[in-house]
């Protein structure tokens, strides 16, 4: 059996300021956001992307990360504890975000960067697909090095002990996660993002598969305390990744019919 390490959360004290591991690890994925997105506008250059237009796309990303999280942490996991606490909704030093949330704050992020450049809402989310899911895997090595997101108890033979929670032999989910929705949903992206696809299938297959990895991960992952299981079940996690599924493999089916139906305007590499 495996015990956590008990990593201190803080990385670094520069006299009062404490960095910590989870912050870091948010840099870690905007960075790697920065430096493929590069690489995927070098390539695409014939299709008027910039090197530039990364940069501008992360700053309105970082803020749909923020604002998208915390919301979506607010309304889908304790809108009542916030409805009656409402200044603490500001708070997110404290923790609470959600993926779902951030993920719809990104959406909208990426809307208005398609309107200010000119390109088609599509365009931009077919690029920005495939440089999001080693992001996500930063994300899920936090959660472990915090010790946060338990997996559920267990008794298979890699089960880790997280002392800061309890004695019991658990999953260590976090990783599911980071080798699931991170490493190998981005490798799946990149290589299918590296050929010619009809408009949508890149963000399609984004959204099927990480509807998938995390409906998957959850069955490993131990719900929320003030949630529990939800409906036939499921976690809250399992409820939110179902219409991403769903969504994802409607748009791959809708993308090549399409394309099958006009002369396709491919998105390329």
């Known amino acids: 059996m495996l015990v956590h390490p008990e990593f201190d959360p803080v990385a670094v004290h520069l006299g009062p300021l404490a960095i910590r591991w989870y912050g870091l690890m948010y840099l870690a994925g905007f960075a790697l956001f920065w430096a493929l997105g590069r690489v995927r506008a070098r390539r695409r250059a014939s ?51 959600s993926f779902h949330g951030g993920f719809l704050g990104v959406l909208v992020a990426l809307w208005f960067f398609a309107r200010h450049r000119g390109k088609r809402w599509l365009e931009v989310t077919d690029f920005v697909a495939p440089l999001c ?26 089960a880790m002990v997280f002392p800061q929670v309890d004695k019991l032999p658990r999953h260590p989910s ?10 190998l949903l981005f490798v799946i992206l990149w290589i299918y993002a590296g050929r010619d ?37 499921l976690t809250m996690g399992q409820i939110l990744s179902l219409p991403m599924l769903a969504l994802g493999v409607g748009m791959m089916v809708w993308a090549y019919a399409r394309a099958g139906k006009e002369a396709p305007t491919l998105t390329k590499r």
């Open 47 to 97: 299709d008027g992307w910039r090197e530039s237009d990364v940069g501008d796309m992360l700053w309105y990303g970082v803020w749909g990360v923020i604002a998208g999280g915390r919301l979506g942490y607010v309304l889908f996991y304790q809108p009542a504890y916030y409805l009656a606490h409402p200044l603490e909704i500001l708070a997110v030093w404290t923790g609470g975000m």
């Open 197 to 233: 696809r009809p408009p949508g299938a890149v963000s399609g297959l984004f959204l099927a598969g990480y509807g998938f990895f995390r409906f998957v991960a959850e069955y490993a992952r131990e719900p929320d305390a003030f949630l529990g299981y939800l409906a036939g079940g």
């Open 174 to 183: 976090q990783l599911y996660q980071f080798a699931g929705e991170g490493v």
């Open 133 to 158: 899911p080693l992001g996500l895997a930063a994300g899920r090595l936090g959660n472990f090095i915090n010790g946060e997101l338990v997996g559920r108890v267990t008794d298979v033979p890699w």
